[in-house]
């Protein structure tokens, strides 16, 4: 019965989803700044973190775009202590998720307070177009040209700005974590020179970099019936997969006997193997998040390419004026510096950070320091099992923080 329901409750996502973004309503500037302050008033910190027993702060950090961040403090364990010697670790969700992805699963199971008990001065960001990121200098969540952006602005703004924050408040280099999405701007950034000077280490959970024979169904179907595509020539600029009655649905189905909404993750991430089915609930309270269709469409284009560009407006004349040349610049991982360390774990069961795409990482990066580069293989990982299986400490990050006090 599970697996029956797998995809008429994706095809029901989609249709809410369209269907939210084009009656969505309208706010005036000073309702959408009320929003925004009961948001904060509201935040991370306050629903996730305190109430577990962690000290923690909310951090605010602008972008040279404009874009203000989310970003929360954990600098201590539930043991306390003292504040200032601790190494800071960053940590950076991925696609359709916000910085609750690192607190999901019960305190001695979820990244973020493990980080923190284990001796780390913890940082959480938020993706801009988030629920806690939605602020702008200039523009608002109702302008198109708020959501004109893709994940190449994440990688040259969005996480170069939350870097020089953190470096700014500790004084100190940082360890980087990022799932998914995240391994990819963090590589695309260190691609390019960036980074390097502040960052000790980077941990890579689920690495994507290339995506071209990804074997999520949905994925793989949505980038190749140009879905994103359709849904920007509808004028829907913000991709949002979350509503009240999308949550609500789901989450009445999943209250059935004998169903096991699991399944719904796997259908899109792999079979996890780890997950307790009370997880989904977690997950449908916070998760997932929105982006922007143009982000969407830009990581279909990779997905059908099987190469990693900046984004092409498929035009000789935009792209030109974008960049200089008719097609979008490539990004070339080789040119991570070689002795950066690195730690990679990813899943033999994921089916978005798929085994032969990571293989081909893996041969792009051949040429680096040896002894600056950790390969984890877990053979029953799928995607999610990273942020939200109940054995991820024991298995992924135990050996995390051992590679991090080598660096």
Wanted: proline share 6%.
């Amino acid at each position: 019965m599970a697996n029956s329901l797998i995809f008429p409750i994706t095809y029901v996502i989609v249709l809410f989803c369209s269907s939210a973004l084009a009656n969505r309503p309208q706010f005036s500037w000073n309702e959408t700044t009320a929003v925004a302050a009961a948001s904060n008033a509201d935040g991370i910190c306050k629903s996730m973190v305190v109430p577990r027993g962690y000290p923690c702060e909310e951090h605010k950090v602008r972008t040279k775009d404009g874009y203000v961040l989310s970003v929360q403090r954990i600098p201590l364990g539930r043991a306390g202590g003292k504040k200032g010697n601790r190494v800071p670790v960053l940590l950076q969700h991925g696609l359709l998720m916000d910085g609750i992805t690192w607190l999901l699963s019960p305190p001695d199971q979820s990244l973020a307070l493990v980080l923190a008990d284990n001796g780390f001065d913890v940082w959480i960001v938020s993706s801009r177009g988030t629920k806690y990121s939605r602020g702008h200098a200039y523009l608002k969540p109702e302008d198109e040209a708020y959501w004109d952006w893709t994940w190449d602005e994440l990688a040259a703004n969005d996480l170069p700005a939350t870097f020089r924050y953190v470096y700014g408040q500790t004084g100190q280099k940082l360890h980087y974590v990022g799932h998914s999405l995240g391994t990819l701007i963090a590589m695309a950034a260190l691609s390019k020179g960036e980074l390097v000077s502040m960052l000790r280490s980077a941990g890579l959970f689920s690495p994507v970099a290339y995506v071209g024979q990804i074997t999520s169904p949905l994925g793989r179907s949505a980038a190749e019936n140009f879905v994103a595509e359709a849904l920007k020539w509808l004028g829907l600029h913000e991709f949002n997969p979350k509503g009240d009655a999308v949550t609500k649905f789901l989450k009445k189905i999943c209250a059935r006997p004998g169903v096991d909404c699991t399944n719904l993750l796997n259908s899109f991430t792999g079979k996890n193997c780890c997950l307790k089915p009370s997880i989904v609930d977690v997950f449908l309270d916070h998760e997932p998040q929105p982006s922007s269709t143009k982000n969407m469409m830009h990581v279909a284009q990779m997905i059908r390419d099987g190469t990693i560009h900046m984004y092409d407006y498929k035009d000789a004349g935009q792209n030109r004026r974008r960049y200089g040349q008719p097609t979008p610049p490539a990004y070339n991982i080789a040119n991570i510096p070689k002795d950066v360390p690195l730690f990679l774990s990813h899943g033999g069961a994921d089916s978005l950070s798929d085994v032969n795409d990571v293989n081909h990482l893996l041969r792009t990066l051949q040429h680096h320091d040896r002894d600056k580069i950790v390969v984890q293989f877990i053979k029953v990982y799928a995607h999610a099992d990273f942020v939200m299986g109940t054995n991820a400490r024991q298995v992924v990050y135990e050996p995390l923080m051992a590679f991090f006090k080598l660096h």
